[in-house]
């Protein structure tokens, strides 16, 4: 088969080369070109190929590494400044043509784990990926001959390869899940390894990847934040709460000091993952704590048992605080729109939806003292803020009070004026 | 006992060598003639005490405007946050705003019952037809006033009662869209909007306003009161101090009145307006325009292939129209005859225009 | 008969006298509220384009001060180095009040430890954005901070 395929290239070859001869010496008549593309034998045959053998031409153009001046023979070897066909792909020459698949790490590995080399183009570049990948799941496999596994180019692609900032590239943040999904999504193709395939689907409905594709903010985690990049590997139970810790920090710190952290790890439950799931972090909502469903503590804890008793107790302080924000909020509202004083107030419930938002944060003590005391400070403020708005109301409607002073001096001036025009009309009448 | 007086004050200046200030403000032929001066007075006089009620009530809207104007910012970012301002932080501040704008509805609804009355009465007949068209452009005017001024405070209903407003203009053949552009100044209610409103209201209006004022005044100084019709004698009361001391207490009342609505039910600042946000319920123009948007909402989309709305706009300009031009179709009046064509119609307009104010605050859908 | 008439003219003077007082005291009802609303209130200001905040021995270095700014909050540093700089003090992850951290030598949000250096921008933790970042003037002792145009 492949020898087959081997002769209609040669026999095609040929043709192109002449034309190709023809096209290079037209080329050397104007000067205007570049010389070193007529003089890249690959690409003078291959750009006029149809198909498979074309398309690397075409694709290679906005590679990064074309744009950084690396040609072909960079990975495939091979002289592509000979016009002969034998010498332009010579094994002499190091023309290896299609890399095999368990080449590739290695490969990709002879300039990008090369740091005097790399230092060219980026100083601070990294040059580790090839160790990482060694000690990945996909890297393991690989090198017990599994060339099913993601190589470099199963990620980065082969001839159109961009810088991971590019949003073309199947590297780009919001794009990973997709890149890694090819693989993973296909129940057909993961046959044989068990482990699920609902990640990509899962992961789509997280907040997470709300954040990441919808917002398009960077900072959010897609499949590497968690898996490492090169490196990939599913986190063990117990360093799940340092995957999200990375930014979830509070949240982790509290978690931690919390009687959960010793209980999950004795029953080698996922930490974070236990209560928000691991690829379908869905939106945190105030739900989540309490001790009837949707709350999530019902799944292990006993009903009537302490621990949801504490559970309630700390969405009851939650909800509190909850509430007496949102009566400030609509009474401030209120004194506003009648035109009362109430931005100070208004500007101290800043400090109360603050609060409410380490309330959540604080939940994941598990503790309800700790709840309360957070929850305590939020309420302060809010009742502060509630108390100001409510005076500035009766304040408004106290005004009213003043309306008798307009009504004395109205019927008094206005019957002094009649008693006045009485007298003269009297006066003029008895004269009259 | 008056004529004795006159003729006291007339020897005593006769005889004394005039005053620093008499020889430079030369008044005494003035008051002299003030204190000639008659007023007619009969039974439908007390109507006409509301033009004076207008007049004060123009000079409050005219010290009130001028102070507001201290504080007030015409931009889209901070018009609405300075009437917020005032209302909130300066001393007494909702206090004259909530005086400018009741005096401002209660002006226009001294107006109102000012000019039906002149009309029920046939004041406006020979020779006094151009103090009818002069206090009927003042009418025009005020409501004007009154429009350009609602929208200032940039709330949300402020906003949607000008869109819909200006959105009439359209209406105006051929140059409609241009005249909507102009008042405007943009596609939509924006800066612009406000800043060209805010010239209307404070610079452009008050003068022409002024203007049409002093012809109303001088026009029935110099042609005298009217007097009812058919009456064979008349009785007239001095002008100084019988009239004056009457229009006092009428005016030490509405001033009292006006305190009072002021305190008791002060002008709400209310929300600020969304350009973004869609139209809320309930939003009605002021009271004096909702006439004219409720009348709109009983007419079909289309009426014989005519947009009903712009056909109830000419509809209710011509009746408007036919009101204004009274005087000059009215000739039974010049006759001294009270015809039915006349009264009847100044009823059915006084219906309609209660009928459909009231619908528009009690079942306005 | 004369006596009489002496009467009803004092007690006409007495009442000209009370219907003056009458309309002085109107006259003054009109007069105060107008006179305190047109005298310059230390409130009276809209113009949120520019803040004084601070005078400048108030802040020492490697220390803020909060101030309001308008609806929201902004954040005065002085820098170790003795340079002033205001930021937006809401924090882009969830709008809680960010703090100086003395320590750190940067903004530090206390609700999800979101971190910022002093030109604003998100270095650690959740927050998606930079903070916005003010544009400050000492003029003489006093420190004023305004939108950057």
């Not at chain 1, 990709?108 to 000690?135: A, N, W």
Request: hydrophobic share 40%; proline share 5%.
């Amino acid at each position: 088969m492949r020898r087959i395929a081997w002769i209609s290239i040669k026999s095609f070859g040929l043709a192109a080369i002449v034309l190709a001869m023809g096209a290079g010496l037209a080329a050397a008549q104007t000067p205007a070109k570049p010389a070193g593309k007529s003089q890249n034998a690959c690409i003078n045959c291959h750009q006029n190929l149809p198909g498979k053998l074309g398309d690397p031409v075409k694709k290679f153009k906005k590679d990064v590494h074309a744009q950084k001046g690396i040609t072909c023979v960079g990975c495939h070897g091979g002289d592509q400044t000979s016009s002969n066909f034998a010498v332009i792909k010579s094994k002499e020459n190091g023309f290896i043509g299609r890399p095999k698949v368990t080449d590739i790490p290695e490969l990709c590995s002879k300039c990008h784990s090369h740091l005097e080399y790399m230092r060219k183009f980026s100083p601070s570049i990294d040059v580790g990926q090839l160790s990482s990948y060694k000690t990945s799941v996909h890297g393991k496999l690989l090198a017990k001959g599994d060339t099913k596994v993601a190589t470099c180019a199963s990620c980065h692609g082969s001839h159109g390869i961009l810088p991971a900032s590019n949003a073309a590239s199947s590297v780009y943040p919001p794009n990973v899940s997709e890149t890694c999904s090819k693989c993973h999504s296909d129940t057909n193709y993961m046959k044989g390894y068990k482990i699920p395939t609902s990640q990509h689907n899962d992961y789509l409905q997280s907040i997470h990847a709300e954040l990441l594709m919808v917002k398009r903010d960077l900072s959010a985690p897609t499949c590497n934040d968690c898996h490492g990049n090169h490196g990939a590997f599913p986190p063990t139970v117990n360093s799940v709460s340092g995957m999200c810790g990375q930014c979830h920090v509070n949240n982790r710190n509290l978690f931690d000091k919390s009687p959960h952290k010793k209980a999950f790890g004795a029953l080698r439950l996922p930490e974070c993952a236990v209560c928000h799931s691991n690829h379908k972090v869905l939106r945190a909502s105030d739900k989540m704590v309490g001790d009837t469903p949707p709350s999530v503590c019902v799944s292990c804890h006993a009903k009537g048992s302490k621990q949801l008793q504490t559970a309630a107790n700390i969405r009851a302080q939650l909800e509190g605080l909850k509430n007496v924000i949102g009566q400030a909020n609509n009474k401030l509202e209120s004194a506003e729109h009648l035109g009362m004083e109430v931005s100070e107030a208004k500007f101290n419930m800043k400090e109360a939806r603050s609060a409410l938002i380490k309330v959540r944060t604080e939940i994941h003590t598990f503790s309800f003292p700790d709840v309360k005391k957070k929850t305590e400070e939020g309420k302060k403020v809010a009742e502060g803020a509630l108390q100001a708005a409510l005076a500035a109301i009766q304040e408004f409607h106290g005004r009213r009070r003043w309306v008798i002073f307009p009504i004395v001096l109205t019927i008094f001036l206005a019957g002094a004026l009649y008693l006045k025009l009485r007298e003269i009309e009297g006066n003029d009448r008895n004269r009259g | 006992m008056r004529k004795l007086n006159t003729e006291e004050s007339s020897s005593a200046k006769t005889d004394s060598t005039p005053s620093w200030l008499t020889s430079r403000v030369p008044l005494a032929q003035v008051l002299e003639f003030l204190s000639h001066k008659t007023v007619p007075w009969h039974r439908g006089s007390h109507w006409y005490l509301f033009g004076g009620i207008a007049l004060l009530l123009f000079c409050v809207q005219v010290a009130t405007g001028i102070m507001l104007m201290f504080y007030y910012v015409p931009t889209t970012d901070a018009a609405y946050e300075s009437v917020l301002l005032i209302s909130a932080k300066v001393p007494f501040g909702w206090l004259i705003r909530s005086v400018h704008s009741w005096s401002a509805n209660l002006m226009i609804l001294a107006l109102f019952i000012h000019m039906f009355s002149v009309f029920f009465m046939r004041a406006y007949r020979a020779p006094r037809e151009l103090i009818w068209v002069s206090g009927f452009l003042l009418l025009v005017l005020a409501m004007t006033f009154g429009f350009s001024g609602y929208l200032l405070p940039f709330t949300k209903l402020s906003y949607f009662a000008t869109k819909i407003g200006t959105d009439l203009t359209k209406l105006v053949p051929v140059i409609g869209e241009e005249m909507r552009l102009f008042l405007l100044g943009a596609e939509t209610i924006s800066g612009p909007t406000i800043t060209r409103f805010f010239a209307l209201h404070v610079a452009i209006l008050p003068p022409i306003f002024v203007l049409f004022l002093i012809a109303h005044l001088v026009l029935i100084q110099l042609l005298g009161m009217s007097e009812p019709m058919g009456t064979k004698e008349s009785r007239s009361i001095p002008f100084f101090p019988n009239f004056v001391l009457r229009e006092s207490i009428v005016w030490v009342l509405v001033l009292g009145l006006l305190a009072v609505l002021s305190v008791y039910i002060p002008w709400e600042v209310g929300e600020k307006a969304d350009p973004l946000a869609p139209a809320p319920a309930g939003i009605r123009p002021e009271w004096f325009f909702t006439f004219l948007s409720q009348s709109l909402k009983y007419i079909p989309a289309t009426v014989l292939g005519i947009e009903g709305e712009a056909l109830g706009v000419y509809a209710i300009g011509l009746g408007g129209l036919i009101f204004f031009l009274v005087p000059f179709w009215d000739r039974w009046a010049d006759r001294g005859i009270r015809h039915w064509v006349v009264t009847v119609f100044g009823i059915l307009a006084v219906i309609y225009l209660v009928t459909m104010t009231s619908l528009a605050y009690f079942k306005p859908y | 008969m004369a006596s009489e008439n002496i009467f009803s003219v004092t007690r006409r003077k007495l009442f000209d006298f009370v219907l003056g007082g009458g309309f002085l005291v109107l006259a003054g009802a009109i007069v105060y509220p107008a006179f305190r609303f047109l005298l310059p209130s230390k409130f009276a200001s809209t113009s949120e384009g520019s803040v004084r905040v601070a005078k400048t021995s108030e802040i020492k270095p490697n220390s803020a001060k909060h101030f309001r700014f308008g609806s929201g909050i902004g954040v005065l540093v002085r820098t170790a180095s003795g340079e002033f700089r205001a930021f937006d003090g809401t924090c882009t992850h969830l709008s809680c009040t960010v703090q100086y951290r003395k320590d750190l030598e940067h903004l530090w949000c206390a609700c999800h430890n979101g971190h910022f250096d002093l030109v604003g921008r998100n270095i650690q933790g959740p927050p998606p954005k930079p903070l916005q970042q003010y544009e400050v003037k000492v003029r003489g002792e006093e420190i004023f901070v305004s939108r950057k145009a």
